[in-house]
T-cell receptor, first 114, second 115 residues
Framework: KAGVTQTPRYLIKTRGQQVTLSCSPISGHRSVSWYQQTPGQGLQFLFE???????NKGNFPGRFSGRQFSNSRSEMNVSTLELGDSALYLC?????????????FGSGTRLTVV | DQQVKQNSPSLSVQEGRISILNCDYT??????FLWYKKYPAEGPTFLISISSIKDKNEDGRFTVFLNKSAKHLSLHIVPSQPGDSAVYFCAASQLISGGYNKLIFGAGTRLAVHP
């Protein structure tokens, strides 16, 4: 059973640019959540998508957006990049979005903004 | 406002001894708690969980204790092994209207187990 796949693994962008990250969940999983990991801040929740609908959102500015496709694959977009957006972005999939059963995380996309 | 706090950013333990990782939370509505382990260049992996109706859950070398009155949980690893060296994240789950949950993570504790 394939795991959660995130592409690309590494990305370098300049300030002001925009970036799109991709996440393919485990087959059959309909919930995809996105997290930002920075040193000292742990995993900050960005948003969750379920059946193509965003049903939960964290406290991030509107520059961070996402979407989910009918095959449950999800993309996350960050516009007008800032240096502080440099982080590891993790995607997690679950069957129904019930965190009690644990999420399965991808290996993440390391974004560096210069 | 951090609802889940891991106040020790790092912990160093000798191989064979006990590792105790601590986690505090502020929201009494959390109904499930989980621990994740993360190696460099990999995503976090689920380790062990505990429901708020229990005070202890054990899985092999890993035991999680929950003290609801103190809003505190801890992860015990006995005996610690060098392969346990990783970052450990505490997470809390809150049931949201609609019947699903949202996971809130702490900042993580880096455990180093020395031979």
């Amino acid at each position: 059973k394939a795991g959660v796949t995130q592409t690309p693994r590494y990305l370098i962008k300049t300030r002001g640019q925009q970036v799109t990250l991709s996440c393919s969940p485990i087959s059959g999983h309909r919930s995809v959540s996105w997290y930002q990991q920075t040193p000292g801040q742990g995993l900050q929740f960005l948003f969750e998508y379920f059946s193509e609908t965003q049903r939960n959102k964290g406290n991030f500015p509107g520059r961070f957006s996402g979407r989910q496709f009918s095959n449950s694959r999800s993309e996350m977009n960050v516009s007008t990049l800032e240096l502080g957006d440099s982080a590891l972005y993790l995607c997690a999939s679950s069957l129904e979005g019930t965190g009690v059963y644990g999420y399965t995380f991808g290996s993440g996309t390391r974004l560096t903004v210069v | 406002d951090q609802q889940v706090k891991q106040n020790s950013p790092s912990l160093s333990v000798q191989e064979g001894r006990i590792s105790i990782l601590n986690c505090d939370y502020t929201n009494s509505m959390f109904d499930y708690f989980l621990w994740y382990k993360k190696y460099p260049a990999e995503g976090p992996t689920f380790l062990i969980s505990i429901s708020s109706i229990k005070d202890k859950n054990e899985d092999g070398r890993f035991t999680v204790f929950l003290n609801k009155s103190a809003k505190h949980l801890s992860l015990h690893i006995v005996p610690s092994q060098p392969g346990d060296s990783a970052v450990y994240f505490c997470a809390a789950s809150q049931l949201i209207s609609g019947g699903y949950n949202k996971l809130i993570f702490g900042a993580g504790t880096r455990l180093a187990v020395h031979p």
